[in-house]
């Protein structure tokens, strides 16, 4: 004689459906985490790039700065303050880009928050069920 509930059901068919529900809200669960982290690892790649071209920006700033300096005590010429227009052009747009990248890694959160979120849902939902 099989326990059944209120629907007429039994037991051993509603935990089974339990289980199949529980198994699909794992999987779209595993999906969403997969999907967020995607969107975070994007934002960091971008942010990356912004602090490499910083960085290769700086390096030809320093390059052009070091060139038209020396330039510059050697023989004052306008070509050495051609180089020095062009190395504190160069140091400005490396200062933009640090920034830049700075911004965007302010927003990177590694924790997928969305899944958390629905997690602890899906924990009161299944507590709900059970009682």
């Known amino acids: 004689m099989a326990t059944r509930l209120d629907d007429g059901r039994p ?9 199949r529900e529980l198994s699909q809200l794992m999987r779209q669960e595993i999906e969403l985490a997969k999907t967020e982290t995607k969107e975070e ?16 920006l700086g390096y030809l700033a320093a390059l052009m700065l070091a060139f038209a300096a020396a330039w510059a005590l050697a023989a ?5 303050l051609a180089f020095l227009i062009v190395g504190i052009v160069l140091a ?7 920034m830049a990248g700075r911004k965007r890694m302010q927003g990177f959160s590694p924790v997928p928050e ?6 602890k849902e899906d924990v009161e939902w299944a507590r709900a069920r059970k009682s």
């Open 92 to 98: 400005g747009g490396s200062v933009v880009a640090l």
């Open 41 to 56: 690892l994007a934002q960091v790649t971008d942010a990356g790039k912004a602090f490499g071209a910083g960085a290769f």
């Open 11 to 19: 037991l051993g068919e509603l935990v089974g459906e339990m289980t």
């Open 76 to 80: 004052v010429m306008p070509t050495g």
């Open 114 to 119: 969305q899944t958390v979120e629905t997690l």
